[in-house]
């Protein structure tokens, strides 16, 4: 958490001053704000019209103007829609999420990005499209502080999409889902064209980093099958947990553990998994993990890190299975279909660049580095750039102008073909280096206070300062 606010707050910086020096800072030509933005779960725009069912996915079913902002208070001064569209469930049902439009002034009018921020919550009050009105409450502080990740890609002049991937019900971590999401979003933006001023059938890069890789990684995987209508250039994805099962035992009894309530809870949505799962998982939860698993149905995912740091999923506190859980028949089978890179028609065509830091304290590097492999085993172009020294959240930023170069790359259609692999930052004596080495370690000893202070009041008090300051 440490390393999260102190990357926050120097991505706040540097991005605010950036967004101040832009072109059109103090453009006059902002749209009216409707009032206060309304929670999703009330907001008649996200109920999709009688007879949805029946249209394509990725069609409009709403539309409306809004007054994108940072952090719910500073209007961003673009162009700004929200769309309404129809997308599809894991049964294979109709569904509707949101996407929201950002269009910067003298925009590139051939092509769009489909920016998939890492909302990780299992709450529709967390979804982007509310955290990005003017007015909005901030309850989710990844997808507000991401926005200015987005704002390097709407300086350089690209329309961005940024999609509520996880659908009507927040079903966070669901892969195939979240996938068809994003590319029924790229329709949506596509059919939305004549608005946007955008050619009839743009150029397309979709791009996310930790909980919106996931989105991003599925996508890919299913695009040539699901969407083969779209013209994707490439993606981009980092700190990509490609393998729930052991991204859920590498953070479980962490100070990262509370993904795992709100990754539970996503995966046993009605969108998702719920008619195997839910069934099984209110069967074998215990009073406290009954608690749990409620607080991560509304709280967003800072929240959630908060509320249940070091926690282990597996101890039979939280469910009667203990460690066995992982290996019940149901629960099983619903992480399996979530691993990236198992069947060869799951392989994206277009070219994708890769990014992971060697040392990530919350997603395992050794599964991103599998799926490169097995990726490439069956043809994909894909190039992997290893960061051999900080950690998770330093990585998105560290690693942000390789991806804007893959970005220029590949809408040229520049990007490299075959399988490469390359480390950056792996000379601590790198002034760069030196400080992105930092996350991992400050990321540790706040591990290493927990477990120690678990019998320790002074260190269990000492803990909650350090983690109150931050």
Known sequence: MFALVTSVRLLFMVSMASIFASPWAYSAALPVARGAAEDPSTDPFYQPPAGFESTAPGTI???????????????????????????????????????????????????????????????????????????????????????????????????????????????????????????????????????????????IIGTGYSGGAIATGWAASLQPSYAPDLDIKGWVQG?????????????????????????????????????????????????????????????????????????????????????????QPTVASVLNQNIMGLYKNQTPTAPVFIYHAAQDEIIPYADASTLVDSWCSYGASVNFTTYGNGGHVTTEIVGLPDAVQFVEAAFAGEATSGCHRNTELNNTLNPIALGVELEPILSELINALAIAGKNDENIIQNLNVLKNSI
């Open 61 to 203: 079913l709403r539309e409306r103007s809004i007054v994108a902002s940072f952090f719910g208070l500073i209007p961003d001064p673009v162009e700004a829609h929200q769309l309404l569209y129809r997308t599809t469930a894991i049964n294979g049902s109709a569904i509707a999420t949101v996407t929201t439009i950002f269009k910067p002034p003298f925009a590139k009018t051939d092509r769009f990005i489909s920016f998939h921020t890492a909302y990780d919550s299992s709450a529709t009050i967390c979804d982007p499209s509310y955290n990005y009105q003017l007015g909005s409450v901030q309850t989710d502080l990844i997808s507000s502080v991401e926005m200015f990740i987005m704002e390097a890609y709407l300086l350089l002049g690209y329309i961005v999409a940024s999609p509520d991937y996880e659908g009507p019900d927040a079903a966070f971590s669901p892969g195939h889902l979240e996938g068809m999401g994003v590319l029924d979003g790229m329709r949506a933006v596509t059919n939305f064209n004549e608005t946007l001023g955008l050619s009839a059938n743009p150029m």
């Open 239 to 327: 700190g990509t947990p490609a393998n729930l099962t052991a991204t859920m035992l590498y953070i479980d009894d962490t100070a990262f553990s509370g993904f795992l309530p709100a990754a539970v809870a996503g995966l046993a949505k009605p969108s998702a998994y719920g008619a195997e799962l839910s069934s099984v998982i209110n069967s074998v939860l215990t009073p406290l993990g009954k608690s749990k698993y409620e607080f991560a149905q509304s709280n967003c995912a800072v929240a959630d890190l908060l509320e249940f740091p070091e926690m282990s999923l597996l101890s039979t506190s939280i469910q009667t299975l203990g460690a066995g859980l992982i290996r």
